[in-house]
């Protein structure tokens, strides 16, 4: 038996995943309305749903709704496993008032949206004590591949705000370039095809990044700050000349601005990993 609890569009694609799997899953949310249609035992209470099973998901906005939830149940001997986005300084306080409560705590995140869910592509990052990770991985890898990360809480948050970093970063700035396309009059489907093939790039010039983040050192041979940190400086003008929301591109633009004054001009643009990191 799994609970889950917190049926917004993720909870229900756990619970649907898991019903395919052949597991008996018990789930409470808030809005009892939203457990309608699922093949799943409806809780009438919290206290009810966590007396179900050992094993209780949540899937939640954040981690006070956790606390909204959970404050004053019997969670002792549960494992939580915690797949509500959050901080990882939130996350690490969590861990810590559950390990007070006697449970068992386990944070996570799912890198794929909803629709994904349970399916080949999917995975999660999840950190907290490796064997109850272990003991629960047939039941957790129903969600998605288990990528479990470490024992310290909050890590496998951690991973996956740096995986959204990226990805959020990624889709605002998808979305500038369009803007910047059509603000000239040309159809957004002229473009697209231009944006697609952006990504084969980063990913072979991401191969030498990693190499001078490890070393520290960022030959600028090829390509140095002062040239890009000028592209960066002209898309700003073009954004601005076009009316397109410059705040973007102008904090891209600062990195580069205060890389060149640290004396990284001759650099290569990794070198702006000097400036972004403490
Ligand atoms: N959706 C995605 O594509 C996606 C992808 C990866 C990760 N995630 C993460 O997965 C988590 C769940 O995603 P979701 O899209 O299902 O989120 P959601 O639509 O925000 O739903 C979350 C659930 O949280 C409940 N909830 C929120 N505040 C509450 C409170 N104070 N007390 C009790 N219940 C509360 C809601 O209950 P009610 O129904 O009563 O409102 C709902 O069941 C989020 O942390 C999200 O960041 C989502």
Redesign the pocket.
């Known amino acids: 038996m799994i609970t889950v609890i917190?049926?917004?569009?993720?909870?229900?694609?756990m619970v649907r995943g898991f019903r395919k799997a052949g597991h008996e899953v018990t789930v409470w949310?808030?809005?009892a309305s939203?457990a309608e249609g699922l093949d799943a035992s409806v809780a009438p209470t919290v206290t009810d749903a966590l007396n179900a099973s050992e094993l209780v998901i949540l899937?939640?906005?954040?981690y006070?709704?956790m606390y909204?939830?959970l404050d004053g149940q019997p969670i002792k001997g549960k494992v939580i496993v915690n797949?509500?986005?959050?901080s990882p300084g939130k996350t690490r306080e969590a861990a810590k008032w559950a390990s007070e409560q006697g449970a068992t705590f386990i944070d996570g995140?799912?890198?794929?949206?909803?629709e994904q869910v349970a399916t080949d592509i999917a995975y999660v990052f999840y950190s907290g004590p490796e064997d109850a990770v272990r003991k629960y991985e047939p039941e957790l890898s129903v969600i998605g591949k288990v990528k479990y990360v470490g024992s310290a809480p909050g890590l496998g948050q951690l991973f996956?705000q740096a995986q959204l970093d990226i990805f959020l970063t990624t889709l605002a700035a998808y979305l500038h370039a369009t803007a910047l396309i059509e603000a000239a009059g040309v159809p957004v489907t002229e473009y697209h095809e231009f944006a697609l093939e952006n990504f084969a790039t980063v990913n072979f010039v991401l191969e030498d990044a990693l190499k001078n983040i490890q070393s520290g050192e960022h030959p600028g041979d090829l390509a140095n700050v002062i040239m890009m940190g000028a592209t960066a400086d002209h898309i700003v003008a073009a954004s601005n000349e076009s009316g397109v929301d410059p705040a973007l591109p102008y904090a891209v633009k600062s990195l580069y601005d205060r890389a060149i004054a640290k004396g990284h001009g001759r650099d290569s643009w990794t070198s702006l990993y000097e400036v972004i990191k403490p």
């Open positions: 917190g049926l917004g569009p993720m909870g229900q694609a949310n808030r809005t939203r899937s939640l906005t954040d006070k709704a909204d939830i797949l509500s986005s959050d995140g799912i890198m794929v949206p909803a996956y």
